[in-house]
Every structure is written in C-alpha cells, then in structure tokens.
C-alpha cells in the first residue's frame, strides 16, 4: 500500500527543492496524479522531465504503484499557468 | 536479453509509428493505453502496435530500453517519445500532429 506522501518523499529526495504534489484520484492506493514544479527541468524535454520523477519509483512500479499521471513544470512555466488561470 | 533489444531496435525501426500497449488496440486492458491508442486514432495515422501482456520479455526489455517503467510507451521514427501523459499533452497541443506529419515527410 502506497500514500501520497510516501511518493511525494521518493520524489522530493531525487530532486532537491522541487514542489511536489500527489494526489491518490481513484482512492485505491495504486493510482496517483502528481504535479512536479523543479528548476532542474530548465532545458529538459518533457520524456527527460518525466524519467527524472519516475526513475526514483522504479521499484515502486514493479510492485504496488499501477500509475501516476505526471505534469511537469519549470518554476517558470508554473508561473505562466499560474497566471493564466487567474 | 540483447535479443529482446534488437527485436525492439528492429519494430522501431521498420514502423513509423510504435506503440507498446497493455492490450491490442481494439481491446486495450488499461485505460492509459486506451487513452494513448485514441490519440493517433483521432488523428488518422497507422499505427504497428505490440501487446506486452503476451510477452514477458518484451515487456521488461522495453521499460529498460527507455528506462522509463510504465506502459504504454510511445516511438515515432525509432525515438521515445513517452508514455500516456507526454502523448495526451503532445496531442492536446498540436506537437504530435506535426511530429507525425514532419517525420513521416523525412522518412518517405
């Protein structure tokens, strides 16, 4: 069994300083969305960006971790869709 | 195992489009694959799919391939391209509709 802030620790310790959001969506403990702002996305493609938060739960999928719906942003994009959705 | 490479090596490279699925396209057996068959669906492309339920090798030699652990896994033109999210987000904005079109272009 997986919670939010098990996921949400894994990822933080990978990536130092990122703001980390998991959410369990369907309450079975197995499926996850997570929102991912990190300054060391600057310059990354989004595979880049994505295999950066998924490496650190690689155990993790091959057991009790089905799926995580991922969105990644630099600061800098967080910033702009911030703004858009005022 | 450097069997399992050259087998994806080889579909990556022989089709334009790649998709690893849980599933075949017509029954897919998640919904992630589901939701990233639909895509190039919607778009109107062929499409050479593999279902990794039936082969187990298949399935953990990919997710090394790309060292990226989840399925469905998403290749235009021999490159990774993602997973479900990557290829929703790519659609949703127009990208993979380009990518599809741009590539194909360089590769007829």
């Known amino acids: 069994m997986l919670n939010p802030e098990q996921i949400e620790k894994a990822i933080v310790n990978a990536l130092p300083g990122a703001a980390v959001k998991v959410m369990d969506t369907t309450g079975t403990s197995d499926h996850f969305d997570a929102i991912v702002v990190w300054n060391g996305f600057e310059g990354k493609s989004l595979v880049e960006q994505h295999q950066l938060v998924m490496t650190p739960l690689k155990d993790a999928f091959d057991g009790p971790l089905h799926a995580l719906a991922l969105k990644t942003y630099t600061p800098e994009k967080w910033k702009q869709l911030k703004a858009r959705l005022r | ?108």
């Open chain 2, 1 to 108: 195992m450097s069997n399992v490479k050259e087998q994806i090596e080889n579909d990556i490279k022989t089709h334009k489009i790649v998709l690893y699925l849980k599933g075949t396209p017509e029954m897919p057996q998640c919904g992630f694959s589901a939701a990233t068959v639909e895509c190039f669906k919607k778009l109107g492309v062929k499409f050479h799919a593999v279902n990794i339920l039936e082969d187990v090798k298949i399935r953990q030699g990919v997710k090394e391939y790309t060292n990226w652990p989840t399925i469905p896994q998403v290749f235009i033109n021999g490159k990774f391209i993602g997973g479900c999210d990557i290829t929703k987000e790519l659609f949703e904005n127009g990208e993979l509709k380009k990518m599809v079109m741009v590539e194909g272009e360089t590769k007829a």
